[in-house]
């Protein structure tokens, strides 16, 4: 018998035999595996890889939009300047997206299904922090709630984010209510993500009234995230013109695109106003006495 070539197909290797008489009848295939083929190795997805699997199944079905823009800061860039320890512009976004949301309940307004399909105005302002973290040598996103960040000073909006940053997950609270549902077997997990997602009171507690998400630290780069709440906000680095692109991504179900180009327009103006202003009163920068 002779062996004549034949392409590999896939996963194996088929091998064409002919008799030494050449009759074709008399030929015959058989299929072994393909042994060079590479060969890696399971992993097992960790807690929260499991979340942000769990997080992004939550989140798919979401009909989201988006707005983009660059806001003017030159004002704010001044103030950040001048302060000792400016905060950080996770903690600006938090303060300065919930002063609008203050005036604007649109903002407020979440889209739940449950017991029947209504949108549902929350009381305040629930914000999360898209925090990154590293767990066990894997690098992981966590969500940091924070209440009614426009009622608190710019400064504890930022020391919340830092503490995410940087405390044990248990010492979160935040964080230890979102890993113990993450640990429940799948059929729990199912049943407390769909209460969490469809009654609008619950909504608010689990997923917030907006998000943070960006990744200006890295380099920059317009990040188009999903969540299931129903207002993200994300934005980039400053550039030399001073201006900072900001992108609104949004349930369609809650609101249009004309309020929100309204809302990046007073978003703008509140971060060189009321956050400039609380950055200039917060810590100054001492000012050297020259000799003459």
């Not at 699997?53 to 979401?62: G, H, K, N, T």
């Not at 609270?173 to 429940?184: D, G, N, S």
């Amino acid at each position: 018998m002779r062996r004549t070539d034949r392409p590999q197909a896939g996963w194996f290797v088929l091998e064409h035999f002919e008799a030494a008489s050449g009759n074709p009848l008399a030929a015959y295939i058989f299929i072994r595996w393909n042994r060079s083929t590479m060969r890696g190795k399971a992993k097992t997805i960790s807690l929260p890889r499991r979340l942000i699997c769990d997080l992004m199944r939550a989140s798919i079905d979401v009909p989201f939009v988006s707005l983009s823009r660059s806001l003017d800061i030159r004002p704010l860039q001044e103030a950040r300047a001048g302060a000792m320890a400016p905060a950080g512009w996770a903690a600006i976004f938090v303060k300065a997206f919930a002063l609008v949301a203050k005036d604007e309940p649109v903002l407020r307004t979440v889209y739940a299904k449950w017991p029947w399909p209504s949108l549902y105005e929350l009381p305040k302002s629930v914000a999360l922090v898209a925090v990154a973290r590293v767990e066990a040598g894997e690098e992981c996103v966590l969500p940091q709630r924070i209440a009614s960040p426009e009622t608190m000073a710019l400064a504890a909006v930022e020391a919340e984010i830092r503490r995410a940053k940087t405390a044990p997950i248990d010492d979160i609270p935040m964080f230890r209510k979102i890993m113990r549902a993450t640990r429940l077997p799948l059929p729990l997990r199912r049943l407390s993500w769909a209460i969490g997602l469809n009654f609008g009171r619950q909504r608010g507690n689990w997923f917030g009234s907006f998000a943070v998400s960006s990744v200006a630290a890295y380099g920059g780069g317009e990040l188009h995230p999903i969540t299931p709440g129903p207002f993200i906000v994300s934005y980039g680095v400053v550039g030399p013109d001073q201006t900072i692109h900001v992108v609104i991504r949004w349930d369609h179900r809650v609101t249009d695109a004309a309020p929100i180009a309204r809302v990046l327009t007073r978003l703008e103006q509140v971060l060189n106003t009321e956050i400039a202003a609380e950055l200039r009163a917060a810590d100054p920068k001492p000012i050297r006495a020259v000799r003459t």
